[in-house]
């Protein structure tokens, strides 16, 4: 192939690299707004640019017609990637529906297929004049859809550039300024398309078109570079701006997440001194029920408040009537304390005051002077109620210097108060003690005169019979001595019941069953009586009941071995659907149950009869003369 270089060449070539330069440094930038359509755009206007001149240096008509046809179909292109890149930079991208974009692209794939097949119907171009001598040029006779692709192509320009002036319109400021510029810049290959068709004697036939859009091209792509330099700009700043307020927050946050763990380890903190003062608490509570004797109870009810308050000292004074104070428990690491305490005058305390507070601290009420020769620089002291008109003073001592919060005077309050419960209920249990000891053996005399104390009567009466009566009746003295016999052998069944009672566990201790055996062993069997005990696997009650039930059951055994005359003993206990029996059966003389409205001796029918129905459960009773006695304690439904 033949070349003709002519200078409208160069200058075509020329523009194509500057485009195709600014084509690659558009698609460097693809990613930002409307930079990869504008990419397209150059891109095209470079290829637009090379056809040309390569269309005027080629030598030959098909060479020739080959680039021309490349022209024609990049500026299809070119028009519908400008529209592209006018919307999207103007964020109207959502405007191109698929519909839309079909629409838009339609024109320019038909432009393409008439092109290729022109020679079949020769809609585009009819013909061919040569240029003028040594121009190199052929010029193209254009058919009747020429025309229909150049108003296409007019079209989509002057709705970019109305588009742009609308935004114009409506922006203010630099993005005014800019968005009129790219208006302008558009604006010249409209021109210069007016000007090829308009005066092409003038210009020689010269097509200024693809430099028009080429001076487009780098227009809007400067005023685009330009703008994404200062939205660079602006986002740079506004980066730095998030990553300092970031850091700030980081910083915020690192300092809430200090504090959060710090009050997270004083609550901890706290919450271990409250579990702590919490078993305290309940430890304490717990010696309420020991039966410690009263001063050794006390010592260890101050080990405990001092483990509790986590003091160096506790101690505990009485303060008689009229009386200086005394020491009567101290749990401290000085021992000198415990004598600067008992220095300590009888009305020191304020009786109105619930809690008093001295502190080594300045504005603080001052300690008293022989705790301060001791060493101590803060206590707390409460004046503790006591039975009988006395009271009593519990103290804790700090040796460092301490102020004391609210939460610190109420425990040290709840402290003081619990002592005195504690104390009260030691001196109750003392007193019910003492009582149950003299109701037993009140019980024990009246078991005596009444049972053994009878039968040894009875037997001295029959002696006496029985010296009088001398030989003379042999029948009668041997009745008289088979009754002294009878008589003793009862009284001695008797005294073993009250002697083997007096040894047997409390029910407290070993529960109702195994006090029950213990009982049936120690006493029926050892009187002479044949004993069963049945324990049905589904019988069941309340451990609160083991005292009342065993109390019930020993009486019911109890008038058996007293006055049935019994050689056997039977006891069972059976249950299910949360219900209870429990039944004491002998084979013994009986009696009439409408004759007797209680059987002598211990708490009587009755009694038990009232200690069921405490319980919610009722006594049947069972007896014939001479066919023994059964008696049925009853609960429908247990608690």
Known sequence: MRWVVTPYSYIYLLAGLITLVTAAMNWSRRNERGMRPLAWVVFCVAVWCFACAIEMAAVGRDHKIFWVTVQYVVSDLIANFTLFFVLEYHDRKH????????????????????????????????????????????????????????????????????????????????????????AASLSAPVLTSLAYYLLPAQLGSFDLMPLGFTTAALLVSMVAFRDMQRRVVERTAELERLVGALREEVATRMRLEADLREAQDKLTGRLVDQNRTLIGLYNLITMASQSEDAPQLLHHIVGRIRSVLRSDAVCFLRAPAGAPLHLEAYDGTSAAASIALQSLPGGWLDPDSDVRVDMRMAGAPS??????????GACLFKSVALHGGTSGVLGALWQAERDFSVEDIALFSVLGDGLAVILENARLRESLAEAAIAQERRRLSRDLHDSVMQLLYGQALAAETARHCGTGDPERLGALLAHIDGSAKQAVKEMRLVVYELGLPEPEASGFLGSLQARLQAVEQRAGVAVRLDVAEDAGWPPAWDSDLYLMVTEALNNALKHAQATGLSVSLSGGDHALAIEIADNGCGFDPSEAAQVSGGMGLQNIAARAARLGGRVELHSEIGTGTRIRFLWDALP
């Open 367 to 376: 300690l008293p002077e022989p705790l301060r020769r001791s060493g101590f």
């Open 95 to 182: 405007w191109l529906t698929p519909w839309r974009l079909a629409a838009l692209w339609l024109v320019p794939v038909l432009n393409t297929l008439l092109l290729l097949t022109n020679s079949a119907h020769h809609l585009i171009w009819t013909g061919f004049v040569p240029g003028p001598p040594g121009s190199n040029l052929l010029f193209f006779e254009h058919g009747p859809l020429y025309y229909v692709a150049i108003v296409y192509q007019s079209l989509l320009l002057v709705s970019a550039i109305g588009i742009l002036a609308y935004a114009g319109l409506k922006a203010s400021g630099r993005a005014r300024h800019r968005t009129c510029a790219m």
